[in-house]
Nanobody, 126 residues
């Protein structure tokens, strides 16, 4: 089955860290552009971060300096390391993949992504 599966979400205190994983099944992520998105009830889906097949990255202003996206092609997995978490980071986080594109378009939501995960919930609360 061709799918993306997110993992690593959970409950964390403000200032804490989590690492989210996005693992591909049934296809290789090597040449895909991968985006991380998040959504909370009542708000639009937000592009959080993006990484290209060549390793170039982009981040939303709200997470710059705190989040780091990376990929391990040998494990067919993309990660989102989230540090210094804030309550406003609470959301369902999704990863998505597209076979072609640039991170500017991914972050702006201008592309129809090829694959979406079902999401993992991150709750930042004391």
């Amino acid at each position: 089955q061709l799918q993306l599966v997110e993992s690593g979400g959970g409950l964390v205190q403000p200032g804490g860290s989590l690492r989210l994983s996005c693992a591909a099944s049934g296809f290789t992520l090597d040449y895909y552009v991968i985006g991380w998105f998040r959504q909370v009830p009542g708000k639009e889906r937000e592009g959080v971060s993006c990484i290209t097949s060549g390793g170039s990255t982009n981040y939303a202003d709200s997470v710059k300096g705190r989040f780091t996206i990376s990929r391990d092609n040998a494990k067919n997995t993309v990660y989102l390391q989230m540090n210094s978490l804030k309550p406003e980071d609470t959301a369902v986080y999704y990863c998505a993949a597209i076979s072609k594109g640039v991170c500017f378009g991914v972050m702006a939501g201008t592309y129809g992504m090829d694959y979406w995960g079902k999401g993992t919930l991150v709750t930042v609360s004391s």
